[in-house]
């Protein structure tokens, strides 16, 4: 009897959504943006996803280094347009220059980023976008492009854990949560601006570091390579940011560096001692 109850009650959520969701679908019929978890839900799978990403990557552990990204991260988010998650920062050790988020609001930040920034607006911008990430649900929407809508489904009744955890270990290991469309990237660069603007930091930032990405693009390709593989191409994103910012009421005070985040620079090991790893 409770099995039938649990293939009941997946089978009214499906067909309620298909119902009610011809706005998430494209014209060929396939889901391109639509999310059946609660927040609650996201954050209880963002817990897994995290433990299981961080036996693959070496979480950085100095602990003033640490806290400063923890620090700038909350500073953004408390700004972003989804604060009713907590939202958790940690520090990757390698030279990759690159971030990432996954849902519930887990977001890691490579110390290979941290050095490619000039000041902390470049960084702010990166963490910004990671953060837009998370606003816009992309992770969970991901996960329902590949996984399908009845399998999320399963995965948001949490029924089966040992399934559940298969699940979660084959999606992160294969980076599912980190390869957004190119319209989610632009989207998580809005929501950056944004979010930078209201925190008090200039986003001129992000147009500035990504601009250094365009010559590292150009330059060495390898360490960038994750980024640009799923990201617009970076003369469009400098434009789109820059136009976005043009729109923006005029700050005198906006933020683009402190004397922090160079502490915090000087502070990390010599990259020749830094393992490169798999983010």
């Not at 997946?10 to 067909?15: D, I, P």
């Not at 593989?229 to 560096?257: C, F, G, W, Y």
């Not at 922090?260 to 001692?273: N, T």
């Amino acid at each position: 009897m409770q099995k039938v109850c649990r293939t009941t009650r997946l089978t009214l959520w499906v067909t309620l959504v298909l119902m009610t969701g011809s706005g998430f679908f494209g014209c060929a019929g396939k889901i391109s943006d639509i999310n059946i978890f609660s927040d609650a839900q996201e954050v209880q799978l963002g817990k897994q996803f995290s433990r299981q990403i961080e036996q693959e990557v070496k979480i950085y552990s100095d602990p003033i280094v640490t806290a400063y990204i923890a620090q700038l991260g909350r500073h953004l988010a408390n700004h972003s347009q989804r604060k009713n998650i907590t939202y958790h920062f940690k520090t990757v050790n390698t030279e990759v220059v690159n971030a990432f988020a996954i849902p519930g609001g887990y977001l890691y930040v490579n110390i290979g980023l941290i050095r490619a920034a000039e000041n902390e607006s470049e960084l702010a911008g990166v963490i910004g976008h990671e953060i837009g990430h998370v606003v816009g649900k992309h992770g969970v929407k991901q996960m329902t492009r590949q996984l399908g809508l009845a399998a999320v489904a399963q995965l948001a009744l949490g029924e089966n854990q040992s399934e559940l955890k298969q699940i979660v270990a084959g999606l992160a290991a294969n980076g599912v949560l980190m390869k957004y469309g190119r319209d989610a990237e632009r989207e998580a660069d809005r929501y950056a601006v944004q979010e930078m603007y209201d925190a008090g930091i200039d986003p001129e930032g992000m147009a500035t570091f990504f601009e250094k990405l365009l010559k590292l693009q150009k330059g060495k390709p390898s360490k960038l390579e994750q980024i640009f593989s799923t990201h617009p191409p970076t003369t469009e994103r400098i434009a789109a940011v820059r136009s976005q910012i043009a729109k923006l009421p005029r700050k005198s005070n906006l933020k683009k560096d402190s004397r922090r985040f160079h502490k915090i620079k000087k502070r990390l090991p010599p990259p020749s001692k830094t393992p490169k790893g798999k983010q």
